[in-house]
């Protein structure tokens, strides 16, 4: 589609309608802009007068997925209207631990100074015996910042939204827009929404999560999601020694569960419970100190210090599901990031990371392909999918021995871990790292 030669330009504010000379005709394809003339083929050479029209790009979600495409894109210089059901940001879950790969990200898109203002430092890990309390093993992460050359951080949800949605500008989200209904056409693809209203652009991103309506239209039916088997309860709460070192990730382990802390920014320590059991099994919110009291029972005293800290009518409750992997992420103009194209059980920590390399992936697509929205979104496609089903798997699997699914494996890892330097731990860790668009 060539756009109008009104619009105005993400880059300048003003319009742009300028001779044309070969050098920046090449640098503003090198942005994301197509050239387009009224009623005559461009003919930059001429000098004659040309509008550059950048593409435009609907996404729908505000999650840490969208959020970043919209900024990646953006920086591109594309036109981006983003659009988000909720009416204000207000994440699911405390926090996130944001590897390596998902920082390089996040730096790529200028945010590297926030980034790590709001991470917390973990400077070493242990795992440590549910019942007795006695340390299984402990080691430093300086090994595996040296190898992947980048310092991990666990941010708090919120913030790493809110950071997020101000990089591309807060005020440019339209929020309270529920997308219905999303189809492609011959020269745009168009979204519908409850309000009634639609939006248009050359290209449409569903970054809208793990129920995606964008996934079931790109696929023609709809995903089902497997659930992984287990509970995880998470928040915040204010560091205390008692449960772990302020700048260790500590991880009681026993019985098929596992209670994590980790540092966040602000002196807090993000935490999260697992606990296997049925699917559906119902919960009042606000009743998390009492359940986990019950269900941890007999574990360490760290651990009681934790329920005792933990606010309940803070703390998340999330059954875990994932997806199986799908290779088909694009249909016509229409294309799925982040969760909508891979699930992830959380125990990798990289479900967010592959959102952010996606929204990195996507602006490179678009950077090497600036004229042809549908060759980007095949090249974002063919960059993808291998690399997030790799992720969604390796979760799976951890997920299977961390939580008991065959017993006797379950206990070898234990008994590993009394064991480890932690050569093993960091080497399955810079696996999940490296083979993103910026941890080739
Ligand atoms: C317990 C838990 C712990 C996790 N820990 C980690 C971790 O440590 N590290 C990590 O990297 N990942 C982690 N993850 C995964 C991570 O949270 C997700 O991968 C990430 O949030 C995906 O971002 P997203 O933007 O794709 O989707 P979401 O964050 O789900 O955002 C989707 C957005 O789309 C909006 N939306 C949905 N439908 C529509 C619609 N129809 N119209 C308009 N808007 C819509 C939603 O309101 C939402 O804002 C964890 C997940 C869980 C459940």
């Given at each position: 589609m060539w756009a109008s030669t009104s619009r105005r330009s993400p880059l300048s504010g003003s319009r742009w309608s300028r001779p044309l000379s070969t050098d920046t005709a090449a640098a503003d394809r090198r942005r994301g802009c197509r050239i387009g003339i009224s009623g005559r083929s461009p003919r930059a050479d001429r000098g004659v007068p040309i509008a550059l029209v950048p593409v435009k790009a609907v996404i729908i979600g505000a999650g840490m997925g969208g959020a970043s495409a919209a900024i990646a894109l953006k920086q591109l210089g594309l036109e981006v209207e983003v659009y988000e059901q909720v009416t204000e940001n207000k994440p699911v879950?405390?926090?996130?631990?944001?590897?390596s790969n998902g920082v390089r990200c996040l730096n790529h898109l200028g945010l590297e100074e926030e980034t790590a203002a709001l991470g917390g430092i973990v400077d070493s890990m242990s795992y440590v015996d549910?019942?007795?309390?006695?340390?299984?093993c402990r080691f430093s992460m300086q090994p595996l910042i040296d190898e992947v050359g980048q310092r991990p951080y666990p941010i708090a949800r919120a913030e790493l939204q809110l950071m997020l949605m101000n990089a591309f500008g807060h005020d440019d989200i339209n929020f309270g827009k529920k997308m219905v209904a999303v189809h492609d056409g011959p020269a745009q693809a168009t979204v519908e929404f409850a309000d009634g209203t639609s939006a248009s652009g050359d290209i449409v991103i569903g970054a809208d999560g793990a129920k995606s309506l964008t996934r079931d239209y790109v696929l023609g039916s709809p995903v089902e999601r497997r659930y992984a088997g287990y509970v995880n309860f998470n928040g915040l709460v204010p560091v205390d020694e008692r449960i772990g070192p302020a700048t260790e990730w500590t991880t009681y382990v026993g019985d098929s569960r596992r209670v994590s802390v980790m540092p966040v920014a602000g002196n807090r320590f993000y935490f999260f419970f697992d606990v296997p059991m049925p699917e559906g099994v119902p919960f009042e919110r606000g009743t998390a100190r009492e359940v986990l009291a019950e269900e941890f029972a007999a574990w360490a005293p760290g651990v009681h210090t934790l329920i005792g800290a933990l606010e309940p009518g803070a703390t998340n409750r999330v059954e875990i599901y994932d997806t199986d992997p799908f290779h088909t992420w694009v249909r016509g103009r229409v294309a799925v990031l982040g969760d909508a194209a891979h699930n992830t059980t959380p125990d990798i920590g990289q479900g967010g990371c592959s959102a952010m390399e996606d929204a990195v992936a996507l602006q490179f697509a678009f950077r090497d392909n600036p004229d042809d929205p549908h060759a980007a979104l095949a090249a974002y496609e063919a960059s993808r999918t291998e690399r997030a089903a790799d992720l969604v798997l390796r979760a799976r699997k951890r997920c299977d021995v961390t939580h008991g699914k065959e017993p006797e494996k379950t206990a070898a890892w234990y008994e590993e871990l009394r064991h480890e330097d932690g050569t093993n731990v960091i080497r399955g860790i810079v696996g999940n790292i490296v083979g993103g668009p910026l941890t080739a």
């Open positions: 879950g405390a926090a996130i631990s944001v590897w549910a019942f007795t309390g006695e340390t299984m």
